[in-house]
C-alpha cells in the first residue's frame, strides 16, 4: 500500500509540474572556466543566459579537481532540481591546479582519467548543496579509468533515481553504466551495471534516455564508427535492454557530442540538441521527431530558429523544464545580484 500511495503522490506531481510548467532552462559549461553556466527560455528556441554569461556555479568551488564538465539537470517528483556533472578540468595544468596534465598517469588510465561526479541539489535554482560520488570507492571499481557525462531519470518502476555514465575500466574501451541513487540523492544505492553493449564492444559515450510518445525509452548515445555522431536505441526500460540501430541521426558533417534530448511544451514533438564540437567555432546543434526515427534537421544556434541572444561556444548542455514566472525570477535574481568571480587564466584565454 505504501509503494501504491507513493507512486500515486509521483504521479500526481509529476502532473501537476507539467500543468505548471511552460518555459525552459538549458546548462552547460564553456572549456574556458570549467563552471557550471544558465540559460533561460520562454519559448523553447531563444536562449538568454543568466549572470551575463559568467558561470553561476565556480567549478573550483564544487569539484575536487577544481573544474567541471557535462552538466545535466532533472526535477524529481517531490521538486527538487538534480545536477549531475563531471568531476574534471582538462586545462588543470595549464590553470595551475595541478603539475601533471591528468590526475593519474595517462598511460594507465587514459584520457582525462577522473574519478568523480558532482551531484548538486536545490528546491529555487538558486541555492544549491553538492556532494560527490566517489565511483571509484565502490568494491570492484577502483581502477575505473574515468567517470563522465553523468544523466539522470526518474525509474517509475523502482521509484528512484536512476544515474547513468560513462566509464571505462583502466584504458578499456568507453561504455555506459547504470545505477540507482539513495533517497538523499548523495551516495549509491545499487553498483553500476553496463546498460548497453555497442557491437564489437566498441567504445559509445554520453547517453541521454527519453521516454518518447509510445510508452518506450529511447537512448541517443555517441557512437564513433564513422566518427563522432548520434545514434539512438530503444527499450522498453529506461535501464533496457536495448535494441541497437546502425544508422545516424544528427545532421553534422563533423563530429557532434553530448545529446539531450526534450519536449516542446504543448507538442508531441522532442528537440534533439547536440554539441557540435568538430566546427569551429563550436556550436550547438539541434533537430526535431515525433518517433525517434524521423528527424527534421532545425541547424545550428543563430543559425536557423534558435537562437543564443548573449552567449556562444556553449558545452555539453541539457534543457529542463520551469515555469515563465520562474524564469523571469531568475533573470531578475542575476541582474540584481551579478557574480562574476569565475576566473579564467591568460592561458585559457588564449585557446
Same mark, same amino acid.
Given at each position: 500500500m505504501k509503494r501504491i500511495l507513493l507512486a500515486v503522490a509521483c504521479l500526481w506531481a509529476t502532473f501537476s509540474v507539467a500543468a505548471k510548467n511552460n518555459a525552459y532552462l538549458m546548462v552547460y559549461f564553456t572549456d574556458e572556466d570549467h563552471s557550471l553556466h544558465m540559460a533561460v527560455s520562454l519559448d523553447g528556441y531563444s536562449f538568454t543566459a543568466l549572470n551575463d554569461n559568467y558561470a553561476v556555479i565556480c567549478g573550483d568551488s564544487i569539484a575536487e579537481q577544481r573544474g567541471i564538465r557535462d552538466p545535466y539537470i532533472m526535477r524529481k517528483p517531490d521538486g527538487t532540481y538534480l545536477i549531475a556533472l563531471t568531476d574534471l578540468h582538462v586545462f588543470a595544468r595549464e590553470a595551475g591546479v595541478r603539475k601533471e596534465e591528468w590526475e593519474r598517469p595517462g598511460d594507465k588510465y587514459g584520457w582525462g582519467n577522473n574519478k568523480n561526479l558532482v551531484i548538486l541539489q536545490s528546491k529555487d535554482l538558486i541555492h544549491w548543496s553538492h556532494s560527490l560520488l566517489r565511483v571509484n570507492e565502490l568494491k570492484g571499481y577502483e581502477n575505473i579509468g574515468c567517470a563522465w557525462a553523468p544523466e539522470m531519470i526518474w525509474d517509475e518502476e523502482r521509484q528512484a533515481v536512476m544515474i547513468y555514465f560513462t566509464m571505462r575500466f583502466g584504458n578499456e574501451a568507453n561504455k555506459v553504466y547504470y545505477a540507482y541513487l539513495t533517497d538523499d540523492c548523495k551516495g549509491f544505492a545499487s553498483e553500476p551495471k553496463l546498460i548497453f553493449e555497442y557491437p564489437g564492444g566498441k567504445s559509445y559515450i554520453d547517453s541521454d534516455i527519453t521516454k518518447g510518445n509510445d510508452g518506450r525509452y529511447y537512448m541517443a548515445y555517441v557512437a564513433y564508427s564513422q566518427g563522432a555522431g548520434i545514434k539512438i536505441a530503444e527499450a522498453d526500460s529506461p535501464k533496457g535492454p536495448y535494441t541497437y540501430r546502425d544508422e545516424y541521426v544528427d545532421f553534422e558533417k563533423r563530429a557532434c557530442e553530448a545529446p539531450n534530448v526534450w519536449r516542446r511544451y504543448g507538442t508531441d514533438t522532442f528537440v534533439l540538441m547536440y554539441d557540435c564540437y568538430g566546427i569551429v567555432p563550436p556550436n550547438f546543434g539541434f533537430c526535431e521527431t515525433e518517433d525517434f526515427k524521423t528527424f527534421r534537421? *532545425?541547424?545550428?544556434?543563430?543559425?536557423?530558429?534558435?537562437?543564443?541572444?548573449?552567449?556562444?561556444?556553449?558545452?555539453?548542455?541539457?534543457?529542463?523544464?520551469?515555469?515563465?514566472?520562474?524564469?523571469?525570477?531568475? *533573470?531578475?535574481?542575476?541582474?540584481?545580484?551579478?557574480d562574476h568571480s569565475a576566473k579564467i587564466t591568460e592561458v585559457l584565454k588564449k585557446k
Open positions: 534537421n *532545425l541547424g545550428h544556434f543563430n543559425e536557423g530558429v534558435m537562437k543564443s541572444t548573449n552567449f556562444d561556444k556553449p558545452k555539453h548542455g541539457a534543457v529542463t523544464y520551469i515555469t515563465k514566472k520562474k524564469a523571469k525570477q531568475l *533573470l531578475k535574481y542575476w541582474q540584481k545580484h551579478p
